[in-house]
């Protein structure tokens, strides 16, 4: 049996629309659509490899709910950086960890525009706006895709002058106000700022509704909004301008021009949607995070959970080299917390809402902003060290108590929650895993019972995903 150590590597084979296996109970007749995933597929190029998880070139994946049946494709994202870097045979973009070899020409020339030495390996997550779906990630150069066969469409432009040096792979769909969050960080002569902005409905335009200078621009690689409120969980992973101005001929990555300074402590930016102005600033234990689970109004104040490090050890746990090795799979998992931000009286404080450990926290989706009461995750089995996360969680916000799914030799991925159409009841659905199989080493779509998170059934695939990152279920392909 292998063990997880498989999932970080590079998955060559291309197919599409291959027929799944199924095995299990019936599957409800709502469950009809496309779930896509997003991750690395590839991190050799020729000889030279890519440092670290967040650097391999895009490959995405679609597993198709119809009524005949349950279908997969899994394509590379023929990005511009795809197309360059295979055809050369060899790295040619800055990654997150990874920088190209370049001569001293190619050096002066990315340092006269910065901008170049960055591809478009849009392989963290996607956006889905009105008329487009795209595939996205810390750099703001998106790549559009097909929905019906995940064909690339080519580089998607929004249509506004923003400049952003990066922004974040999490958007934050609002639907009442019909419109996309989302926030980067710019740099222009007066220093660097966060720019919070909106993308309404049919539209390709990031509006910009708050610019908010700081000495410190954190990479935060996600936030949370609630009703009124739009929430930048401020931690002290902060960029140095004259790194990032000089890496470029340096030869430094994207990560390398942040420091961690643990002094400055971590802050809760609340920012009005309304008027864009910020409200409080909340400043708190020091703290890292990838990743927020849900907010939400409460009378005067604002619920927020999220899991937390205590640093940013995690993204260094996260180069292959250490993946690679004999301790490779003592991972850590974060924290499950719930601030409390109370608006009235300016002060905030938390609870641990559970000791399980969690990480890509996601909940229903008909319940973000919105009092609710379990979540989801993955996670790593406290009996079985050094194995990587090798367990599905779910966990009861306000009691703490939590379930797993576990089977030895398969390692889940980020679960997404299908809700039943039509549904109130927040545990009315199912959720769907790409698991890495140690034993066939190839990948199965686990579906969960999401209340009483049992297994409903699986649909195999002879082929093996690596690990991947982000994902989102959408309901009109296949009906
Ligand atoms: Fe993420």
Redesign the pocket.
Known sequence: MKDFRIGFQSQKVEWDNFSMEYTGKKLPDWLRGNLYRNGPGLYELGVEKMNHFFDGLAKVHSIQFTKDGIFSSGKFLKSKDYDKSTKENKITYSEFATVPDRNIFEKIFVSLLPNTQFGDNAS??FMKLKDHFVAIADVPVPVSIQMTNIDTEGEFKYDDKLNLVINS??PQEDRSNKVVWNFGIEIDLLGTHYVIFKIPDGTRTRIPIAKIHTEHAAYM??FITTENYIILTEHPLVLDLLKMVTMGITGSSLIEAFDWKQTLGTKFIVVDKRTGKTVEKFSTDTFFT??HMNAYELEDSIILDLPVYNDMEIINQFYLNRIHSENGGNILTGELRRYKLDLKANSSNYKVVSDCGLE?PIINPNFYMKKYQYGYGVTNNKNKTNDFNNQLVKVNMDTGEYKFWFEDGSYPTEPIFVAKPNSDLEEEGVLLSVVLDGRSESSYLLILDAESFEEMGRAKLPYLIPFG??GIFLKHIGD
Request: charged share 0%.
């Open positions: 963290i997550n792979p999490h690689h996600s990838f990743h890509m990152f982000h």
